[in-house]
C-alpha cells in the first residue's frame, strides 16, 4: 500500500515549476473572469453612454437617475466579485496539471510506500513504479484557465455592454466624458471661460477634407475658393473676437464678439481670432479654374451618315457635363434652286456631350457620335460649337468651328432626288409646289424607274398630299409628317430589298463605282464594299437553285458548261480583296477596272449542280415544297393588299398605267408559279390572272388561287415525314391551322373582304413557319439517331453535286447553309419599320374607316 500523506514535493517534480506556475496563473484568470465580468459591464455602459454623449441630449433628471443607477450596480458587482473571488493555490494548481496526466503520476510521486519496506523485491518494484511515473510526470503541461462565464451570464450582458463601448469608439469622442461635470454643482463654470472653435469645410466636388481650425497653427494657410469658414466663441461675450477679410463682405455684417460666424473664403486675407487662446491665418486662395474644351479634328461620317466628332476636354477638379450646339450657317449656304428662299427659323441642334462613365473627368479625350441625317441641315454648311460646365457652374465654350453637317450619302438616283425635295420642303415649305413638280418629272416613267409597284403608289401619294396641302396650307405637323414620308421611301429605294439577285449584286456594283467617283469616305466605301460581298453571294444562291431546276428538267443531267465559267471561293475572295485593297491604297481607277471585270465575270458565269429532286430525302422534299407554299402565300397576301389600297384609292391609277401594271404582275405570278409546284397550268392561270385584275376583276381569282394552294398544301401534308415523332405530330397540328386560315382567306376573298382575308393569310403564313420550323426538328432528331454506317451513299452524292464555288445544297435543295432564312437584325429592322409604318397610317383620320379598322386589327395581333 501507499501512503499519501506527505506534504512535502519531492525532488522529482522540481521539473513541474513552470507548467504549474502557468496552471496557476490560468486559474487565476479564470477566478477574475469570473467574479470581475459584471463590474466591467457596467464600467463599459457608462462609458459608452458617455462618450455617444446621451448626457447632453436628455434631462438633467434622467441623467442622474442613470447616475445612481449606475451607482448601485456598481457596488453589487463589486460586493459580488469579493465574494466570487478567490486566489487559487499551489495544491490546487498541482491537483488540476495531475488531473490533466493519465494516471496522476504527481500524486505517485508524492505517496510513500507503506508496506514492505524491508522487501528488496518490494522495493525494487517501487521503485520502478516511481520512475515509471516521473517519466510520466515529465510530459505535463500547463493546464489553461476556463475562461468562458457563459453559465454565469445567460443573458450576455457582458457582450451588449462591449458592444456599446465598441460603437462609441467608433462614432463617440472620448471628451464628451467631461460635460458630464457641468451639470455638478459649481461644475457650469469650468465651461465659461472664453474658448472657441473653428472649421474650414472645402467645397465638395474638391474632395478635400474639413480642416479643425483649432489644430492648425498661425502662419499661411491655402484654402480652395468657395470654402465655408466656422466660427464658435463661448464664455463671456466680448472676450473672443473674429475679423477676417477674406469674404468681402459688406453691408450688414454680425458684430465681431459674436457667438457664431460662417463666412466663404472669395479672395486673400486674413482670418483671426482676437483674446484669450487666439490665432491668426494669412489665407492664399487657391482659385478653382474654369474647364476647358477643344475640337480635336473635322467630323468623320459613317456610311449611314453617323457623324463622330472628336474632343478633349480638362477641369481641375473634373467637368460635370456639356452640351454641342449646331447652328446653320447661312452666309456659306449656296443658295440655289430649293434654297433660294429664306430659310425657316429653327431653333440651334442642342445635344449632350458624352462624358466619360467611369475614371477621371479632369482631363479626357472621347467622340461625339450623333446621326443627323434626317435634320434639314445635313449636309448643308453650318457652325458647331462645344460647350462644358464643371462643379462651380463655370462654363466654357470652344472656338466655333465651320463644318458641313455630315448625313447620310444615298447612291439611288431617284433615292437622292427625293431627299433634294425633302430638304428642300424642309427648308421653307414655299417650296412644296416646286418639289412636288419635280418628284412628278423624275417619276413620270414609273416602269424604269421603279423595282416595286408599292413604291411608286407611294411617291404618288406624297405627291398629291404635298400639292394639296400646298394649296390649302401647311402646319408643322404635316410638314414633318410629308418629311417622314419622303424619308422612309427613299431608304426603301436606297437599301430595299431586291427580288433579283443579280439586279441588287448590280445596284451594289453602280453605288461603289458612284462612291469612288465621288470620293467618298472610307467609312462608306467598306460598307459599300461589304454590301457587294452579301449581293454576290446572293447572287451566287440564286444561280445554284437555277442549276437546280435546269438539273430537274434535264432529268438529273448537267446543262453544258463549255461556253460557262467556272471559279472558286477562293478566287472569288481574292478578286474582292484585291478591289479593296486597290480602294486602300487610293487607285482607284484600277479599282473601277478590277471591279467591272469582276462584275463581266459574274454576269457570264454559269452554276452547275450535281443532283436534283432525285437526290433529296423525303424530309428536303417536304421542306422545299412548304418553302414554295410559303412564297406562294406570301405573294397571294401582296397582291391583296394591292387590291385593299386601290379599293381605298380609286384615283391612284387614273389615267395611267393600271391595266399594264396589272398584266405585268399576273406575268410575274405566272412565272412564279410555273418555276414551283402548279406547273404550267398555275403559271398561264397567273397569267390570266394577272389580265384579269388589270381589268379590276381580282377577287375570284385571288380566291380560287388562294383554293388552289390549300389544296397543294393538303398533298403535301398526307405525304409529310416523320410520323409518330413528337416534331413531326408539331409540325402537322401548324399544317392544320394553316389549312384552316386559307380556308378562311378563301371565303373572305370571295365576300370581297380582302382586310379579313389579309388577317387570314398572316395566320396561315406564320403556321407554316411553326410548321417548317417543326419539320426541321423532325429532321435533325432523325438525322442524330441515324447510325454512323447509314447516310454514306447519299453524303457521297452530296459531295459530288457541287457548284464551281465548292459549295454543297442545303437540307431543302437551295446552295447554301441549312440557317433559316428568318434569322438576322435585317428582320427585325424590317419588322419594326413595318410596325412604325401601320401605327403611322392608323394615327391618319382622313384615311377610309375601313382602312383604320384594318390597321387597328393588325396593331392589336402584332
Known sequence: MANSSRPDTPAGLRALRWPLRLTWAGMLAENLSRALWPLLAVVFAVLAMLMLGLQDIVMIEVVWSVVVVSCLAALAALVYAFRTFRLP????????????????????????????QGDAASAAVWAAHQNRMAARAAQARAVPGDLRVARFDPFALRYVALLAFVMALLFGSIWRVGSVTEMTPGGGGLATGPVWEG??????????????????????????VGSLITMRLYGEVGALTVSETVSGRKGDVPPASGAAHDFTVAQNGTISVGGPGGRSWQVAVVPDDAPQVQVLDDPTSAALGEMTLPFAASDDYGVEAGEVRISLDLPRVERTYGLTPVPEDRPEIIVPLPMPIAGDRSNFEENFVEDFSEHPWANLPV?????????????????????????????????????????????????????????????????????????????????????????????DEQQQALADDLWDLAIELEEGDLADALDRMRQAQERLEQAMREGASEAEIAELMNELRRATEDYLKQLGQQAQREAQENGGQQPDQQDGMQMTQD????????????????????????????????????????????????????????????????????????????????????????????????????????????GEGEGSEGAQNG???????????????????????????????????????????????????MEGAEEALRNGDNAGAIDNQAQAMEALREGMRALGEAMAQEERERQPGQGTAQGDQRAEARDPLGRTPGANGGTGTDEGLLQGEDVYRRARELLDEIRRRSAQGERPQVELDYLERLLDRF
Not at 211 to 224: A, F, V
Open 691 to 741: 389580265d384579269q385584275q388589270g381589268e379590276g376583276q381580282s377577287g375570284g381569282s385571288l380566291a380560287d388561287r388562294q383554293q388552289a394552294l390549300r389544296d397543294e398544301l393538303s398533298r403535301q401534308q398526307g405525304n409529310m415525314p416523320g410520323a409518330g415523332t413528337p416534331e413531326g405530330d408539331a409540325a402537322r397540328e401548324a399544317l392544320d391551322r394553316a389549312g384552316r386560315a
Open 571 to 678: 478566287d472569288l475572295q481574292k478578286m474582292m480583296d484585291r478591289i479593296q485593297e486597290l480602294m486602300e491604297q487610293g487607285r482607284m481607277a484600277e479599282a473601277e477596272e478590277a471591279l467591272k471585270e469582276l462584275q463581266e465575270m459574274m454576269e457570264n458565269m454559269r452554276v452547275t449542280q450535281g443532283q436534283g429532286q432525285d437526290g433529296q430525302s423525303p424530309g428536303e422534299q417536304a421542306m422545299e415544297g412548304l418553302s414554295e407554299t410559303l412564297r406562294d402565300q406570301q405573294g397571294l397576301s401582296d397582291e391583296a393588299f394591292r387590291d385593299l389600297q386601290e379599293q381605298f384609292n380609286p384615283n391612284a391609277q387614273a389615267g395611267e398605267s393600271q391595266g399594264n401594271q396589272g398584266r405585268n404582275g399576273g406575268q410575274g405570278r405566272g412565272q412564279e408559279h410555273s418555276q414551283g409546284q402548279g
Open 383 to 475: 457652325t458647331i460649337t462645344l460647350s462644358v460646365l464643371d462643379a462651380a457652374e463655370q462654363q466654357t465654350q470652344s472656338e466655333p468651328r465651320e463644318i458641313t453637317l455630315p448625313g447620310r450619302r444615298f447612291f439611288d438616283p431617284l433615292a437622292a432626288a427625293i431627299i433634294e425635295m425633302r430638304r428642300d420642303l424642309l427648308w421653307n415649305r414655299s417650296n412644296a409646289d416646286r418639289s412636288a413638280q419635280i418628284l412628278r418629272a423624275v417619276s413620270y416613267k414609273p416602269d424604269e424607274m421603279f423595282r416595286k409597284e408599292t413604291q411608286y403608289l407611294q411617291l404618288r401619294q406624297a405627291i398629291r398630299k404635298m400639292e394639296t396641302l400646298a394649296h390649302y396650307g401647311i402646319n
Open 89 to 116: 493555490t499551489r495544491a490546487q494548481a498541482l491537483a488540476r496539471l495531475d488531473a490533466s496526466l493519465p494516471g496522476r503520476p504527481i500524486q505517485a510521486l508524492m505517496d510513500d510506500q507503506a508496506i514492505g
Open 199 to 224: 472649421w474650414a469645410e472645402s467645397p465638395r466636388y474638391t474632395g478635400l477634407p474639413t480642416i479643425y481650425l483649432n489644430d492648425i497653427p498661425e502662419g499661411p494657410l491655402k484654402l480652395p
